[in-house]
């Protein structure tokens, strides 16, 4: 069988009080995400950046598991700490991966990928607190932003299958279903 290629985007950010995830929280996640596109794609390749609120020990930690678990020929990590004197690549990785996976702890870089009509998954939504909860219901419901521990092969064989071309109706549709 033919397996496809494929480029994830891996967005870090940091917790909050609205979603206190910690990194093993994180790590467990990526882990499981990671490995099912190890098994179902061909050479994958992870792009990854955190964020300028990314603690430099949490941004240290997520290198860490990048050098263990994903073959230094498929990853690329961008971190503000690091690379002072290169542009962040946020908006090329937005518009160059095929899946792109985020924490829940930012709504803007979720409500961004969301937008792109590219397949989300959501990593440590469930720590997600309060207002939150509904905002991410919602756009599971209208966007498929996918929690991280419902991302599978057979999930990831009827992406392959389908695009999402209708994600601005969904934008909407998530917006009037929050301001209701």
Same mark, same amino acid.
């Given at each position: 069988a033919d397996l496809p290629e494929v480029s994830v985007s891996i967005l870090v950010g940091s917790p909050t009080s609205k979603c206190p995830w910690i990194f093993k929280d994180l790590a467990d996640e990526l882990e499981h995400v990671v490995r099912t596109l190890q098994r179902s794609t061909r050479r994958p390749v992870f792009f990854v950046t955190v &964020?300028?609120?990314? &603690? %430099? %020990?949490? +941004?240290?930690?997520?290198?860490?598991?990048?050098? !263990? $678990?994903?073959?230094?020929?498929? !990853?690329?990590?961008y971190s503000p700490t690091k690379s002072d004197s290169e542009p962040n690549p946020y908006m090329h990785m937005l518009r160059g991966s095929k899946i792109l996976v985020v924490t829940a702890d930012s709504v803007s870089?979720? $409500?961004? +990928?969301? &937008?792109?009509? %590219?397949?989300?998954?959501? +990593?440590c939504r469930k720590r997600v607190r309060g207002k939150f909860v509904k905002f991410f219901d919602v756009l599971e419901k209208f966007c498929g932003a996918l929690p991280a521990e419902k991302f599978s092969e057979d999930i990831l064989k009827n992406w392959g299958k389908s695009s999402n071309?209708?994600?601005l109706d969904d934008t909407r549709k998530v917006a009037q279903e929050l301001f209701e």
């Open positions: &964020s300028r609120r990314t &603690s %430099k %020990k949490l +941004a240290q930690e997520v290198e860490g598991w990048l050098e !263990r $678990s994903i073959p230094h020929h498929q !990853r690329y990590l870089m979720t $409500s961004e +990928a969301s &937008s792109t009509g %590219k397949h989300v998954i959501v +990593a071309e209708n994600f």
